[in-house]
Nanobody, 120 residues
């Protein structure tokens, strides 16, 4: 199973971006999916979580501005980021709990980061 993150880029403050995280492979399903972000010299920060039934939670710093969603048929999660601030600039990583049918074990997978830069 692989996670592929995409959608980062350069945007002006106040603008919007939508990140995508797609899981690919065979014989699996995805439970919780998460977005983290990290800036140089800082710990990775949990931004948003969504369960398979689409219950979501957000870091206080992004509540009201970011929306996490998912499409289970496509094994894909999205992070819509509105009203972006320069402080949102970071490398964003997706993370997922994946159950493989082969052994019914839950494994933790990470996508590669996608860079978001918000200019002032």
């Amino acid at each position: 199973v692989q996670l592929q993150a995409s959608g980062g880029g350069l945007v002006q403050a106040g603008g919007s971006l939508r990140l995508s995280c797609a899981a690919s492979g065979s014989r699996f399903h995805v439970n919780d999916m998460r977005w983290y972000r990290q800036t140089p010299g800082k710990q990775r920060e949990l931004v948003a979580t969504i369960t398979r039934s689409s219950t979501s939670n957000y870091a206080d710093s992004v509540k009201g501005r970011f929306t996490i969603s998912r499409d289970n048929a496509r094994n894909t999660a999205y992070l819509l980021m509105d009203s972006l601030k320069p402080s949102d600039s970071a490398v964003y990583y997706c993370n997922a709990d994946v159950v493989t049918f082969q052994d019914s074990r839950v494994r933790d997978y990470w996508g590669q980061g996608t860079l978001v830069t918000v200019s002032s």
